[in-house]
């Protein structure tokens, strides 16, 4: 079996990244600027276009305030989704490889603890990052990886035959719905999808009830819904 690794860690230029990020990058969820904007004691606006590497030196002195303020809460933390990771980890990856039908892509992913309430990742080096309040740590970890099996595996095969990049995101999110029935024993509550792609769910969900369970049917079946449209 391969040796998987999940690390768990604070990194303050990390941490950066996920404000900046707030600002310049499209997100399924809403609200995700105004959260930012109310942080008071920095004008995080300014973020607005800033390259990656200006944020940390911008948001340094907040975030090593706020980091100080939390280091015994952090501490904690880390320890606590650590230790239930390592528990579930040779589980999680097994099953994902039996949904999936393909190996996990790589061995080793790395969770990065932000004091940011958004949670993006890093497909290419196995990123995510995990607000220090998440309460639901197995599931945000798993529900990431459906989506980096995915984009390594599907996302050019999708890509050629529905030639559109939004609705293969969609599709993305969508998906996440499997995790209700091949993760039910291990997720500590149901995933629920975006609004936005409820109804999208609902039909994927119908059809792997009544039809077919197979991850690859799956997808062709989307995309033939796509097609037709």
Same mark, same amino acid.
């Given at each position: 079996?391969?040796?998987?690794?999940?690390?768990?860690?604070?990194?303050?230029?990390?941490?950066?990244?996920?404000?900046?990020?707030?600002?310049?990058?499209?997100?399924?969820?809403?609200?995700?600027?105004?959260?930012?904007?109310?942080?008071?004691?920095?004008?995080?606006?300014?973020?607005?276009?800033?390259?990656?590497?200006?944020?940390?030196?911008?948001?340094?002195?907040?975030?090593?305030?706020?980091?100080?303020?939390?280091?015994?809460?952090?501490?904690?933390?880390?320890?606590?989704?650590?230790?239930?990771?390592?528990?579930?980890?040779?589980?999680?990856?097994?099953?994902?490889?039996?949904?999936?039908?393909?190996?996990?892509?790589?061995?080793?992913?790395?969770?990065?603890?932000?004091?940011?309430?958004?949670?993006?990742?890093?497909?290419?080096?196995?990123?995510?990052?995990?607000?220090?309040?998440?309460?639901?740590?197995? *599931?945000?970890?798993?529900?990431?990886?459906?989506?980096?099996?995915?984009?390594?595996?599907?996302?050019?095969?999708?890509?050629?035959?529905?030639?559109?990049? *939004?609705?293969?995101?969609?599709? *993305?999110?969508?998906?996440?719905?499997?995790?209700?029935?091949?993760?039910?024993?291990?997720?500590?509550?149901?995933?629920?999808?975006?609004?936005?792609? *409820?109804?999208?769910?609902?039909?994927?969900?119908?059809?792997?009830?009544?039809?077919?369970?197979?991850?690859?049917?799956?997808?062709?079946?989307?995309?033939?819904?796509?097609?037709?449209?």
């Amino acid at each position: 079996m391969t040796d998987f690794t999940i690390t768990v860690k604070l990194d303050l230029k990390k941490d950066s990244i996920n404000y900046r990020r707030a600002f310049n990058t499209n997100t399924h969820a809403t609200k995700r600027k105004e959260q930012v904007a109310t942080i008071s004691t920095i004008d995080l606006t300014k973020l607005q276009g800033m390259q990656e590497q200006e944020a940390y030196p911008f948001l340094r002195e907040y975030l090593e305030n706020f980091w100080k303020e939390h280091k015994n809460e952090a501490q904690e933390k880390i320890k606590e989704m650590q230790k239930e990771l390592n528990q579930h980890k040779d589980s999680i990856f097994k099953k994902m490889e039996i949904l999936t039908k393909h190996p996990v892509y790589r061995n080793d992913f790395t969770i990065f603890l932000t004091s940011l309430n958004r949670w993006p990742y890093n497909y290419k080096l196995g990123y995510t990052w995990s607000y220090i309040d998440r309460i639901w740590i197995l *599931k945000a970890f798993i529900h990431e990886l459906l989506h980096f099996q995915t984009i390594h595996y599907y996302k050019e095969y999708i890509i050629s035959k529905i030639h559109d990049e *939004k609705k293969f995101e969609d599709l *993305k999110e969508a998906l996440t719905f499997l995790l209700n029935y091949e993760f039910e024993d291990i997720i500590e509550q149901p995933d629920v999808w975006y609004p936005q792609h *409820k109804e999208l769910s609902e039909k994927l969900e119908k059809y792997r009830v009544h039809s077919d369970k197979d991850f690859d049917k799956l997808i062709d079946y989307w995309c033939d819904i796509v097609t037709k449209e």
